[in-house]
């Protein structure tokens, strides 16, 4: 099974509105948590790192008053599309590495259109 | 600037057959090259991974061969499955800096029956 859960797998919402993305370790704990956004057709582009209990790192050109980034726990991060508009329109992609198997695993993504 | 150079960005093979996807890098800070496989709206799974100091990884079908001067790598798939339709992206890992990874562009591998 995932040990990386990922929700919702599919939201849409009205331009202006915000949406919530939840990514979850579930067999470990994950100090770290990595947001990716990927374009159909298109390579996995890292947004930022999240960081548990601190600020996390964004990427250059992300803007992070945005895309907001809350890692309140060692197993949850989430990721808050503010005012959305249509160019966000997009799959967004979490991951956490699990160090004791050395092995970083990515959740099942979220859809994300924005009308 | 794109650190991590992908080819094919597609492939065609029949079944059986062998498929190679190969891939450059610029980061000499890479510490980890991993392989990943993603179907249709799904998130990437790990595939197989090697590092730096080892010139070849085999598991099962899939082995990566792994040149440290030439800055390249590559995935190979033995008796290619259509199964294996899906896309495959090659990363470098930075380890010793949170494990941050930088994909390469990936290759769309359709395996025709």
């Known amino acids: 099974g995932a040990v990386v859960s990922q929700h919702p797998s599919w939201v849409i919402c009205k331009s202006g509105t915000s949406v919530k993305i939840e990514c979850r370790s579930l067999?470990?704990?994950?100090?770290?948590m990595f947001w990716y956004r990927q374009f159909p057709k298109q390579s996995l582009m890292l947004m930022a790192t999240?960081?548990?209990?601190?600020?996390?790192?964004?990427e250059q050109g992300v803007e992070k008053d945005k895309f907001l980034i809350n890692h309140a726990s060692l197993t949850l991060s989430t990721l808050t599309v503010t005012s959305a508009h249509p160019e966000d329109s997009s799959f967004y992609i979490c991951?956490?590495?699990?160090?004791?198997?050395?092995?970083?695993?990515f959740g099942a993504g979220t859809r994300l259109s924005v009308l | 600037q794109q650190q991590v150079k992908q080819s094919p960005q597609s492939l065609i093979v029949q079944k059986g057959g062998i498929s190679i996807i190969n891939c450059a890098y610029e980061?000499?800070?890479?510490?980890?090259f991993p392989w990943y496989q993603q179907f249709p709206g799904k998130g990437p799974a790990l595939l197989i991974a090697?590092?730096?100091?080892?010139s070849e990884k085999k598991e099962g079908r899939f082995t990566i061969s792994f040149n440290k001067s030439a800055k390249q790598f590559s995935l190979h798939i033995m008796d290619s499955q259509p199964g294996d339709s899906a896309t495959y992206f090659c990363?470098?890992?930075?380890?010793?800096?949170?494990?941050?990874?930088?994909f390469g562009e990936g290759t769309q591998l359709t395996v025709n029956p």
């Open positions: 990363a470098g890992e930075l380890e010793t800096s949170g494990s941050r990874l930088t």
């Open positions: 999240s960081n548990e209990g601190s600020k996390a790192t964004y």
């Open positions: 067999d470990f704990q994950a100090t770290t």
């Open positions: 991951s956490a590495r699990d160090y004791s198997k050395n092995i970083q695993y």
């Open positions: 980061n000499t800070a890479f510490d980890y």
């Open positions: 090697i590092r730096p100091d080892v």
